[in-house]
C-alpha cells in the first residue's frame, strides 16, 4: 500500500509557542489531504481538509488561524499549531487518497504535548 | 444522537477465541463501511472496506454491513494476541476525495495469551 509519513513523530512544547507538523506521501501524488486530531480514547475528529494549490477547508469549530495549513506541493502539507497552549495536547493524525483508489492511507501521527 | 455509535470496551478475550465488535449508525445515506487497526500511538490501518449491505471476508476477518438495521460487524476468528489494538469503524457517504469518513470512538481489544 501506499506510505504516508509524518515529522515529527512527537513534540513537546511550552505554552505560546507554535509548531510545525509535516505530513508527506512517500511514494503517490496527494492532492488532498485531512488533518484529524485524536485525544485519548476519543475518535479521530476531521480538523481540516487540505487542498494541494488552495485554501484548506476547515470543519466547523475549528480556528483556522490557529490550525494554519499549507499544501505547497502533490506531496507534502504541513499543519502548524499557533500559539499552542495546553489543551491543544492531542495525537495528529493525517491522511491521504491515492488517486487510483479511494483508500485513504494513514500517516503514523504526531502526539503534540503543550506544557 | 451520535452519527456512528462504537462501544469503547475494553473488549477481553482469551487466544483463539472469535471476537465480534459492532457499531450502530444513524445516517442512512452512509454506503461504504470500513474497519481501522489502530496500535497504541500509531496511525489507523485499513482492515476491511464494504459497499453497502452483505458480508466480505478476508482471512480471519469478515466484515458484514445491515443496512437495514444500520447494524455493522467485525469478526475476527482464531484470535491472537497481536490483534489486540483498538479497533475502530468508520464510514461515509460517498468514497472520494471530497467527502467525509465518520469514525467510531475504538473498541479497545485485549487477546489474552
Known amino acids: 500500500g501506499a506510505v504516508v509519513s509524518q515529522h515529527p513523530s512527537w513534540v513537546i512544547c511550552k505554552s505560546g509557542t507554535s509548531v510545525k507538523i509535516e505530513c508527506r506521501s512517500l511514494?503517490?501524488?496527494?492532492?488532498?489531504m485531512f488533518w484529524y486530531r485524536q485525544f485519548p480514547k476519543q475518535s479521530l475528529m476531521l480538523m481540516a481538509t487540505?487542498?494541494?494549490?488552495?485554501?484548506?477547508?476547515?470543519e466547523q469549530g475549528v480556528e483556522k488561524d490557529k490550525f494554519l495549513i499549507n499544501h505547497a506541493s502533490l506531496t507534502l502539507s504541513t499543519l502548524t499549531v499557533t500559539s499552542a497552549h495546553p489543551e491543544d495536547s492531542s495525537f495528529y493524525i493525517c491522511?491521504?487518497?491515492?488517486?487510483?483508489?479511494?483508500?485513504?492511507?494513514f500517516g503514523p501521527g504526531t502526539r503534540l504535548t503543550v506544557l | 444522537q451520535k452519527e456512528v455509535e462504537q462501544d469503547p470496551g475494553p473488549l477481553s478475550v482469551p487466544e483463539g477465541a472469535i471476537v465480534s465488535l459492532n457499531c450502530t449508525y444513524s445516517n442512512s445515506a452512509f454506503q461504504y463501511f470500513m474497519w481501522y487497526r489502530q496500535y497504541s500511538r500509531k496511525g489507523p490501518e485499513l482492515l476491511m472496506y464494504?459497499?453497502?449491505?452483505g458480508n466480505k471476508e478476508d482471512g480471519r476477518f469478515t466484515a458484514q454491513v445491515d443496512k437495514s438495521s444500520k447494524y455493522i460487524s467485525l469478526f475476527i476468528r482464531d484470535s491472537q494476541p497481536s490483534d489486540s489494538a483498538t479497533y475502530l469503524c468508520a464510514m461515509s457517504a460517498l468514497m472520494n476525495r471530497d467527502d467525509k469518513i465518520i469514525f467510531g470512538k475504538g473498541t479497545r481489544l485485549h487477546i489474552l495469551p
Open positions: 464494504t459497499y453497502s449491505s
Open positions: 491522511s491521504a487518497p491515492t488517486s487510483g483508489s479511494n483508500e485513504q492511507f
Open positions: 511514494d503517490f501524488q496527494a492532492t488532498t
Open positions: 487540505s487542498n494541494e494549490g488552495s485554501k484548506a477547508t476547515y
